[in-house]
């Protein structure tokens, strides 16, 4: 299986701007790798996309993306969703328009959670069903579904917080036959690990939250971290996640500006890792990044 990860970064895409920190400074002038976009996976043998961060527009136009059948969204959280209209542009009738309806529009993939939460924030039904830019299909969790390419997707599902509905932050493992790649973008906090697959190829995840700068400055306040820890996934947590599930290779994403980490940095993080723990297979991952599986 072919993947692209259109972003790497997160709630805070680097660079932020107005901001002249060490990884903005760079990110700005250079770009890539220092640049990291919204939290969003490119599925090839599928022509799905997994999430639609506002900067959706940008990366598939940067990675020549020219196809888009399906748009999975992993929960309602605004950093995830709030490029959802570019599916407008996705299949447009061609002139002389005689209606605004997509011609085979994308149809968006989610659980009903996530469509209940969305109809209340963004109106699903008129401002995307009824305009005909898109249309709905709901995956729950430990649901099936076959896609036209005869790819398989199973969601896995997770509560936000532990008395939450199981199908408020979902996981979409992408099956051809040949390799399994599990997209699970974020929220995997109280995600039960039973719920995956014994044999992954690839699992796409969230970094979590760093308690430290690379230079060993606290990121947030003792009081903000205690509670920001109860929900919010960490970075130890991510290490060990990724060491019960074992998949072939671990490839994180939603890095956050507030790391204040340079992408050489993460190298030399996963490498100590590595040496660690052996075998843990993880690599951060940037802007762009192709994946064969
Ligand atoms: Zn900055
Ligand atoms: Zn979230």
Known sequence: MHLTLLGSGGDSPTPMPTCDCRVCGPAREEGLPHARLGNSTYVHDANAVV???ESI???????????????????????HVAGLRV??????????I?????????????????????????????EYDEMGYAEFEFLG????????????VTGIGAP??????????MGFCFADGESTALVFPDETTVLDLSKVPDHLDLW??????????GAGEPILTDELWAEEREAQTTFDQTVEQVREVGPERAILTEIEEIYRRRPDEYAELAAELEREHEELNLEFGRDGMDVEV
Not at 63 to 76: A, G, K, Q
Not at 160 to 169: Q, T, V
Request: glycine share 6%.
């Open 204 to 213: 796409i995840k969230e970094c979590g939250m760093f308690r430290e700068t």
């Open 51 to 53: 999430d639609a961060p």
């Open 160 to 169: 936000l917080d532990p008395d939450g509905p199981a199908d408020a932050a």
């Open 57 to 79: 527009w940008a990366m598939l136009n940067r990675e020549r993306v020219s196809e888009v059948d399906y748009l999975f969204l992993s929960h309602h959280h605004v950093d």
């Open 141 to 152: 969790d430990g649901e099936t579904m076959s896609l036209d390419s005869g790819v398989e």
């Open 87 to 96: 599916v407008q542009a996705i299949g447009r009738p061609a002139f002389p």
């Open 98 to 126: 005689a209606d605004w309806d997509n011609v085979d529009p994308v149809t968006v993939v989610l659980s009903e959670t996530t469509y209940d939460r969305l109809d209340r924030s963004m109106d699903l039904e008129t």
